[in-house]
RNA sequence: GCGGAUGUGGCGUAAUUGGUAGCCGCGCCAGACUUAGGAUCUGGUGCCGCAAGGCGUGGGGGUUCGAGUCCCUCCAUCCGCACCA
């Protein structure tokens, strides 16, 4: 006797749970026959807030995805662990002086509890987690395959150091310039260097080279320097001018960092793109990110007072537009404004440096409209044209972009444009019409005018005509420009990855191998050194070696760890290698990666970057990770408001608040039924509203509600766990599922969740009689019976295949439905939908599969492969429309001629009375589908 | 500003990819059981209209026998990027 009610519930989900936790059906082996397939979720931060209900959407999917998949014979790889370094822990360290290993151990666990009672297929004896030191110590290790390597551009990968360092015995470095264009050799201010000159360099003079080259090198960098939380923030983490996490303010600083040369990748980022199955819209955000854009360096002649300074190169990517170029603007900070300023003007650009100076980073992002600048008595000399034009200096133009300084086309561009006319500078028309006097027209489609020999080509064509002309008198070249800058790559933090090297006379040495993990040492002090440095330069004993050796005081970002957990899933107890070659060729490529669009740009290059290295390498026989990637949408909450009438203790309902003067206040989601407050949970929720008054609507106060993001301080927080509590687990997964397709963002509203947890009830009394017996007979099924099973097989297996889950949640409802109305129990039937159902229900699925009779889980049967035969229909109900309007209904053999189709439809007393006897102008039929009478 | 998406009943959504718009669920209405339940079952429910019928997929236009779906245009909302030359 068993209603699908609460205790029972309860009582099989925490069965099975056990069960299969006791049995270990979830151990995935390395060493199958069956062909692999390799399901993983973006893992999770451990944040001690716990999981809410949007955590699980994504989850959910890649766990009903999988095990679709063993049940379709698949050897299926889900795991799941914990990025589990982060600032957050360390911020909580500092504020409460709990350890972030203690915190985190304990979120982690709080985690795993929640994620186990969802009833995942994990196999966490896969789990990884990137703080623990066996995981990190292969973080570290691959950070130093990269350190230990360059980029052959000649080849286009990456390749060891020692190769480079033999290119350099050989030949100095004439084939391979230094990736960084601005770099110059100490002392000798030259880019070049013969195999001589390299012999005779001292060991330092070496390192110091070899560092320009190397993947992950030391520089002083511009970087984010937020004082508040004492370090420095990558470009992605920083958000409006202030910290993405705190909010604090963020300036810029010199620092000497670790970085990445991810630029070096930045046209095989792009390429690659082309062959990963992302969404368009995900794509479209790493090509912006990686901005690649082609155009040319321009050199123009110099001419000023001083005549210091030569030539001045500018970045174009509109070189077709040089006739139209009237100024030049260089920006403030360039280095040779001080050598071209006029005397006559040098007081203005005095004035305006100090002006740019007062400028924070952030106001010179932020403000656009403004227009300003000044102008240096300096003239730039049309290398084309021969024309002479004023250079300015302006904020708008940043020095870390292209060369620090532009042409400016005020026909063209729209910058340039509103530069000219707040400075009454003569605009010269090169478009023609396409210009209208008022704005600038950024066309490339415009026939050139007032272009000498480039007068009536379009634009698209004069650019490689403009280049060849440059190339051609050596005053220019065609150049690649990419806006994606390289990743930085030191922390001021503790809670990280040490950073595995040591460093010699100021030079960083990778440490051998054997000597890892460099573990992070012990401390209980996590505040920052206040000298810039980390918290790990106040642990003098471990930051000083010896008296010429000294550790780096930074560790790595989370992004380190999170770059390659997914090959580590692969082989997770491996001692000798990150993993083995073995494991990852046989687990390959993530077959689907489920996870938010929030780390479109960081996360996600960086894995594939990592990937790239290491492929490039040799460790790897893949290059890119991710096969295919799915976002899943955020689930927003859904929040309530509640109206005090200002300076009282009363409340008005939303309908009734415009007749006072009112405050809106966030309140408990979980004591609102719908809109309607439970005034009684409200007066208990907080002391503060103990004697509230109510001003009511028909007897009931009606809250105000709001979409907004699910935060503890909206009080709109739905913990899967109490959803867990009242209807199951499994209610929770379809409920999820039912919400919508599953790449769309979604409130969250738990009213609906009773569909969903009816329709299991439904299922479960399809298996049991009136009295709650279990009662399953052995009769042969009918046609009609049979076809709903296979319909829903069908559809429920192609929406998997297409991350469609609501519309087969909505497919089961129908066929239990169907199947309720018929009252079917039949073994045929129910077996089968039970495997069907297994995916997105657990649990109940394998208790009735237990009471079918089975002693093997549910997980190892085979998916029931549909048969099209019970799925055919010889007539079908043809809707019969006139002039596209659905006037009646016949049926039809659907082997039934056109003609005589058209014939019976013809002479039937509805369509008469529509085509009032008149003979119709044209007969459409579409065999089953349509029929359209035009008249 | 650039790029990407989205727009369908009171609500979440569906639509065989050019072929009956509104499946499934919530909510709502009516009824049954009479076990007082936030229970279950049955029926109804896009809008207007007593009806016949008309109108309906953000607005306008187009292609087509036929458009939620394709094209043009405008609007709104969300997300990403942003003085990136």
Request: proline residues 5%; charged residues 25%.
């Amino acid at each position: 006797m068993a209603d699908y009610n609460k205790e029972e519930i309860r009582r099989i989900e925490d069965k099975w749970r056990a069960a299969w936790e006791q049995r270990g059906v979830y151990k995935v082996s390395n060493k199958s026959n069956k062909p692999k397939y390799y399901a993983l979720d973006m893992f999770p931060y451990p944040s001690g807030a716990g999981l809410h209900v949007g955590h699980p959407l994504g989850y959910i999917a890649s766990d009903i995805v999988s095990r679709f998949k063993r049940l379709k014979g698949y050897n299926v790889l889900h795991p799941m662990g914990f990025d589990a370094f982060g600032l957050p822990a360390e911020q909580y360290a500092i504020e409460h002086g709990i350890h972030p290993a203690k915190s985190t151990e304990q979120n982690i666990k709080n985690f795993i509890r929640q994620l186990n009672k969802i009833g995942f297929c994990y196999d966490w004896s896969r789990e990884v987690r990137t703080c623990d030191p066996s995981y990190y110590k292969w973080t570290q290790w691959i950070f130093l395959q990269i350190f230990d390597s360059w980029f052959n551009r000649k080849k286009e990968k990456a390749e060891r150091i020692a190769v480079l360092v033999s290119i350099f015995e050989q030949e100095g470095n004439v084939n391979h310039p230094f990736p960084n264009l601005k770099y110059k050799l100490p002392h000798s201010n030259k880019i070049t260097f013969t195999n001589t000159e390299w012999k005779s360099f001292d060991e330092k003079y070496k390192q110091e080279i070899l560092m320009q080259y190397r993947l992950a090198y030391l520089a002083y960098t511009d970087v984010n320097w937020c004082e508040a939380l004492g370090t420095v923030l990558a470009n992605d983490e920083v958000i409006n001018g202030v910290s993405y996490r705190g909010g604090f303010p963020v300036v810029r600083k010199q620092m000497r960092q670790w970085s990445l040369r991810i630029t070096e990748y930045a046209e095989r980022l792009l390429k690659g793109l082309d062959e990963i199955d992302f969404s368009e819209s995900m794509k479209e955000i790493q090509r912006n990110w990686i901005g690649k854009s082609i155009g040319a360096k321009i050199n123009f002649k110099v001419k000023s007072e001083q005549s210091k300074v030569d030539s001045l190169t500018v970045f174009t990517t509109r070189p077709d537009t040089i006739y139209g170029v009237d100024f030049m603007v260089i920006a403030p900070e360039h280095e040779i404004v001080k050598d071209i300023t006029s005397k006559a003007q040098q007081a203005e650009i005095d004035q305006y440096l100090k002006y740019v100076e007062s400028r924070s980073e952030v106001e010179r992002m932020a403000e656009v409209k403004k227009v300003t600048g000044a102008f240096t008595g300096a003239y730039a000399v049309n290398p084309i044209s021969g024309r002479e034009v004023p250079i300015w200096i302006s904020e708008y133009v940043l020095a870390g972009y292209g060369t620090g300084a532009i042409m400016g086309v005020p026909c063209g561009d729209e910058r340039d444009h509103k530069f000219a006319k707040h400075f009454n500078l003569p605009i010269t028309n090169i478009i023609g019409s396409y210009y209208n006097g008022k704005e600038a027209n950024p066309t490339y489609d415009a026939v050139l005018e007032n272009s000498d020999f480039l007068n009536g080509l379009t634009m698209k064509q004069a650019i490689d005509v403009v280049v060849k002309k440059l190339e051609e008198l050596g005053i220019g070249q065609r150049q690649v420009n990419y806006k994606m800058r390289d990743a930085g790559w030191s922390r001021q933090r503790y809670w990280g990855e040490p950073f595995p090297v040591v460093f010699k006379d100021d030079m960083p040495y990778a440490m051998d191998e054997k000597d890892l993990p460099l573990e992070l040492p012990d401390s209980n002090n996590f505040k920052p050194s206040g000298t810039g440095e980390g918290p790990l330069a106040n642990l003098k004993d471990w930051i000083n070696i010896s008296e010429n050796e000294r550790r780096d005081s930074n560790t790595m970002p989370t992004h380190a760890g999170a770059a390659w957990y997914f090959l580590r899933f692969t082989d997770p107890h491996n001692d000798k290698e990150f993993a083995s070659r073995e494991a990852l060729n046989y687990w390959n490529q993530v077959d689907v990666y489920i996870g938010g669009s929030e780390h479109a740009v960081a996360h996600l290059l960086y894995a594939r970057l990592w990937v790239k290295v290491l492929h490039d390498l040799g460790y790897l026989g893949f290059d890119e990770p991710f096969k295919k990637l799915i976002n899943q949408g955020k689930i927003t909450g859904d929040s309530r408001f509640v109206y005090r009438v200002r300076g009282t203790h009363k409340f008005v309902s939303a309908g009734l608040k415009g007749e006072y003067e009112t405050d809106p206040l966030h309140v408990d989601v979980n004591i609102v039924n719908g809109l309607e407050l439970d005034t009684e949970a409200f007066k208990k929720w907080k002391p503060d509203f103990a004697n509230a008054e109510f001003i009511l609507e028909d007897g009931k106060y009606i809250c105000g509600s709001a979409i907004e993001k699910m935060s503890k301080s909206y009080f709109n927080v739905v913990n899967p766990d109490d959803i867990i509590e009242n209807y199951g687990a499994d209610t929770l997964r379809m409920y999820e599922m039912f919400l919508g397709p599953l790449e769309m963002s979604k409130p969250w509203n738990t009213n609906g969740i009773d569909g969903v947890f009816k329709f299991l009830r439904r299922f479960w009394n399809l298996f049991h009689d009136d009295k709650g017996n279990f009662s399953v007979s052995d009769t042969e099924p009918t046609r009609e019976e049979l076809k709903a099973l296979h319909k829903t097989l069908k559809k429920v297996e192609q929406d998997i295949e297409n991350f469609s889950f609501n519309t087969s949640v909505s497919e089961f409802m129908i066929c239990v439905n169907e199947l309720s109305s018929l009252k079917c129990n039949k073994r045929a039937i129910l077996e089968p939908l039970a495997i069907g159902l297994a995916s997105f229900a657990p649990h109940i699925t394998e208790e009735l599969w237990e009471k079918l009779g089975h002693e093997d889980t549910i997980l190892n049967a085979s998916f029931p492969q549909y048969n099209e035969e019970y799925l055919k229909e010889n007539s079908f109900e043809y809707p019969i429309s006139i002039n596209g309007k659905v006037r009646a209904k016949m049926e039809f053999a659907l082997d039934m001629p056109k003609e005589d189709i058209e014939k019976t439809v013809l002479a039937a007393e509805v369509v008469m009375k529509w085509t009032e006897g008149k003979p119709p102008k044209k007969v459409i039929v579409v065999p089953g589908r349509i029929v359209n009478v035009v008249v």
